[in-house]
């Protein structure tokens, strides 16, 4: 297995279940972090992505399918604004890391079994398809960082949802 897909997918499960399991602060370091991982991991490890048939289709399915999981994962988290301090916080749980560590075991799994379960099948899909392996492991990085994106983005939203909602309730007061 490509070490790059480890790499990529260990880096986002520990910062992810790091800085998100418990309750904690949604201040901007945690809304860029998320950013500057993928503005590093993607130029180093995708490095040919493809730009036309099958390949840049499994690319993008991997990239919208990631998306929605890093909103899936996002609704799994509360967003409260402390009335006293206005800090706006987040409280994931066990459903959270379980939903995180369940997607990047099934893209690990699958890396595993591409080369060592079913090397032949895929191989086989992959030239009647004129998929590269290079297409494939972009697939999985590129998965793992639009759901990590697609967390945040979701986390910016509702932070800026519950600060406007704290403020409309002080002003009706």
Do not use: C
Not at 49 to 77: D, I, Q
Not at 127 to 143: C, E, G, K, R
Request: proline share 2%.
């Amino acid at each position: 297995m490509d070490a790059s897909i480890w790499i990529v997918n260990i880096i986002v499960l520990a910062s992810v279940l790091g800085s998100d399991l418990g309750r904690r602060k949604i201040g901007a370091a945690r809304l860029l972090r998320p950013a500057i991982a993928a503005a590093v991991i993607v130029p180093i490890y995708v490095k040919h992505p493809a730009t036309t048939g099958t390949g840049l289709v499994l690319e993008l399915a991997g990239a919208a399918f990631g998306l929605l999981l890093g909103l899936a994962a996002a609704a799994l988290m509360t967003v409260r604004r402390d009335k006293d301090t206005g800090i706006v916080n987040t409280h994931a749980g066990v459903a959270y890391a379980a939903l995180w560590t369940a997607v990047i075991g099934a893209r690990l799994t699958f890396s595993y079994g591409a080369q060592h379960w079913y090397t032949n099948q895929l191989g086989r899909w992959m030239y009647d398809h004129q998929v590269s392996v290079d297409a494939l492991t972009d697939t999985l990085i590129v998965m793992a960082i639009a759901m990590l994106l697609g967390r945040t983005g979701a986390l910016a939203v509702k932070r800026n949802t519950a600060a406007a909602a704290n403020r409309t309730h002080a002003l009706a007061a």
